[in-house]
């Protein structure tokens, strides 16, 4: 089995201090997809340094903000950084690797693909949001390139996006709310339906509502599971046909969360 998790950190520092070591030597994922790390390739290196991970980082050029990783106890052949846009906000958003599966008990070597991504928030009304349509019309075409190529890959991360009524816990009162809004949710819709990427989330989780992935730290949202699922591992159709089990590693309680995400995890019988 390939184990890949990927989880919005809210910051490496602060997760750590939260317990999030405490969850990565319970769960030993092979690979370890990261968004929002917030810090520089030494800091990400000290705390991943004792677990020998490969590591590829994209940190953001606006100090404290964004920040995409992979750590992988898989060898990686090549690494792609960041969408080159040449946008200082789009920085720290995206970091491809492909990784090297050791042919084992009569399956071939193969090579994997994975990505981590973290999509902007936006703000309706805002010049970030426009923004994000610019960065989602990058990624979009960048999942096309993938797509054609074929393989297994994944392209997992926290999207900003709620695809579904079945993936907010509040949808009539968020219709208007960045996130949720039409034009936000056909980006997912053209690459499931026209680029032939699959939602392991929502194939694997069942028909909903959630399993949600990210709750505010305000209010009483995480005890009321009023959450919103928006962190996604999305699949080409040959590694997703690989994919056995989906799990939210939703924290027992409020006070043992150590983001306002949960970590995805997806098994892959490769």
Not at 171 to 200: I, Q, T, V
């Amino acid at each position: 089995m390939l184990t890949i998790a990927s989880v919005n950190v809210n910051g490496i520092r602060a997760a750590f201090r939260r317990g999030m070591d405490t969850w990565l030597e319970q769960r030993t994922p092979d690979v370890l997809l990261l968004q929002e790390v917030r810090a520089s390739d030494e800091i990400l290196a000290d705390h991943l340094a004792a677990d020998g991970w490969h590591l590829a980082h994209e940190a953001s050029e606006t100090k404290g903000r964004a920040g995409v990783a992979i750590a992988s106890r898989l060898p990686m052949s090549a690494v792609r950084i960041g969408m080159k846009t040449g946008v200082t906000g789009d920085t720290g958003r995206w970091v491809e690797a492909d990784l090297e599966l050791a042919a084992h008990e009569g399956a071939p070597a193969r090579t994997v693909t994975v990505v981590s991504t973290y999509i902007h928030s936006g703000t309706v009304g805002q010049p970030s949001m426009d923004e994000k349509y610019a960065f989602l019309d990058h990624v979009t075409a960048r999942l096309a390139d993938i797509a054609e190529d074929g393989g297994y890959a994944v392209v997992a991360g926290d999207l900003n996006i709620a695809h579904r009524e079945a993936d907010i816990k509040n949808w009539k009162g968020n219709l208007k709310s960045a996130g949720f809004l039409p034009r936000e949710r056909a980006y997912l819709d053209r690459w499931f339906d026209d680029l032939g990427w699959r939602d392991l989330g929502r194939e694997l989780g069942g028909e909903g509502p959630g399993p949600f992935t990210w709750w505010s730290w305000r209010g009483a949202a995480f005890d009321n599971d009023a959450g919103w699922r928006i962190d996604y591992q999305l699949a080409t159709p040959e590694l997703a046909d690989a994919a056995v089990s989906v799990s939210v590693d939703r924290a027992a309680t409020y006070a043992e969360r150590f983001s306002d995400h949960a970590p995805l995890v997806v098994e892959y019988d490769l």
